[in-house]
């Protein structure tokens, strides 16, 4: 089965068709329209976004689409601060109640500084792992939460997966699912369709383990 794709950050009307037919699903802001197309989705609590624009998070706008989306989702992520450790998940495990009232499965936000045994008490079928946190500890931490995630049997989702050796890299380390803005565009769909079901051979299985983040260490 291939790795579950979401789009995230915003998708043009030309890429729906596109994402319609390969099958992908939605990630949805809440400073957004909520507007889902009769996809499969998701439901952010968008503190990244209110992060890049130097904005601050509101608890208003996430509950407004908690509120009108979480039913339907395939999960939401408790909201957390970017780059926090320890303090992004205390606000997520102080959420986590509320959350779980109103969606079928929560995610926690692992960000810098974190390590699994900061979250084994509290993960478990309806609470799994959104890989967050800059870019350099998310690519060389993931291996660690996908080996965690395994052990433990709940799901790993990867935040801000935009290029091809990235969503390689997600899968090959045992991601379940990722998402990316760059699937507003209709090549880059293509492109990362393309990574989501290229056969896995076992030379770059045990390269990219091998390496981890310096494998995937370019852009994108």
């Keep these: 089965m291939p790795i579950v794709a979401y789009a995230s950050g915003g998708w043009s009307y030309r890429a729906i068709p596109r994402l319609r037919e390969y099958g992908w699903r939605l990630i949805v802001s809440p400073r957004s329209s909520l507007r889902v197309e009769d996809f499969g989705y998701a439901v952010d609590n968008g503190a990244w976004s209110c992060y890049l624009r130097g904005k601050e998070w509101s608890p208003k706008h996430f509950m407004t689409g908690l509120r009108a989306l979480g039913a339907s989702a395939d999960w939401a992520v408790c909201p957390d601060i970017v780059g926090g450790g320890l303090r992004s998940l205390d606000l997520s495990l102080r959420w986590l109640p509320v959350v779980l009232d109103w969606c079928p499965r929560a995610m926690i936000a692992v960000q810098n500084g974190m390590v699994p045994e900061d979250i084994e008490d509290v993960v478990r079928a309806e609470v799994g792992i959104f890989v967050g946190g800059d870019t350099t500890w998310k ?10 995630a395994k052990r433990t049997g709940i799901p790993v ?3 801000r997966v935009n290029s091809c050796r990235r969503v390689t890299y997600c899968r090959v380390m045992g991601a379940d699912s990722f998402d990316g803005s760059s699937a507003k565009w209709v090549l880059d769909i293509d492109l990362l369709e393309r990574a989501r079901h290229e056969p896995l051979i076992q030379e770059v299985c045990v390269h990219a383990q091998a390496l981890g983040p310096s494998w995937s260490r370019p852009p994108g």
């Design 139 to 148: 690519l060389r931490s993931l291996p660690e939460w996908c080996r965690f």
């Design 157 to 159: 989702h990867v935040g």
